[in-house]
């Protein structure tokens, strides 16, 4: 079993709509989750960060965490061209160790 | 802040030959360095962690007297491809994080090599 596991995609979406991005990971105990953007050709860049059960919302960006279920979601509103990217979740079970899914490819159809 | 840079950020080099990708951070101590490779189209694949002044730690399946990583100081962290090949050519992206419990990573622009 992967530590992290995302759907491959691609996900498509029309411009202005809502993307959803789920992940899922196997350690029970991590305790922090991050939210990284890859365009093609280019490092990947943080785009949100949570830690506690629940929301975060930072512009058009929310996240969600349910560490009951294992689960970790990032929500985009107002979907826009521009976010057209790959997605990678990652889980930072303790200080050293980060794992990676394998990454969501969305596009945004204008 | 949280800067990190890379050095090239592309390189050209003939099979055989050996070539240094550097990694810095510039506004704060990485205690922690992370070496990835992605192949076109597929997902980053962890090569090593490094931390400073200690030997890195390899993943499983990468060659670690081909890949030399050395972790010397809080801000710089090296990757030297041995004897490059055809089959080496990638882009590699090192991150680096303070090692602290939920520190996030930051990368590092990337350095495209094609082996010739």
């Known amino acids: 079993q992967k530590e992290v596991e995302q759907n491959s995609g691609p996900l498509s979406v029309p411009e202005g709509a809502i993307a959803s991005l789920n992940c899922t990971y196997s350690d029970r105990g991590s305790q922090s989750f991050f939210w990284y953007r890859q365009y093609s050709g280019k490092s990947p860049e943080l785009i949100m960060f949570i830690y506690s059960n629940g929301d975060k919302e930072d512009g058009r960006f929310t996240a969600q965490l349910n560490k009951a279920s294992q689960y970790v979601s990032l929500l985009i509103r107002d979907s826009q061209p521009s976010d057209s990217a790959t997605y990678l979740c990652?889980?930072?079970?303790?200080?050293?160790?980060?794992?990676f899914g394998t990454g969501t490819s969305l596009t945004v159809i204008p | 802040g949280a800067v990190v840079s890379q050095h090239p950020s592309w390189v050209i080099c003939k099979s055989g030959t050996s070539v240094k990708i550097e990694c810095r951070s510039l506004d704060f101590q990485a205690t922690t360095m992370f070496w990835y490779r992605q192949f076109p189209k597929q997902s980053l694949m962890l090569m090593a962690t490094?931390?400073?002044?200690?030997?890195?730690?390899?993943e499983q399946g990468v060659e670690k007297d081909k890949f030399l990583i050395n972790h010397a100081s809080l801000t710089l962290s090296t990757l030297t491809v041995t004897s490059a090949h055809p089959e080496d050519s990638s882009f590699y992206i090192c991150?680096?994080?303070?090692?602290?419990?939920?520190?996030?990573?930051?990368f590092g622009p990337g350095t495209r090599l094609t082996v010739t």
């Open positions: 990652a889980v930072n079970p303790t200080g050293n160790q980060f794992y």
């Open positions: 991150s680096a994080s303070q090692g602290l419990a939920g520190d996030e990573q930051y």
């Open positions: 490094s931390n400073e002044g200690s030997k890195a730690t390899y």
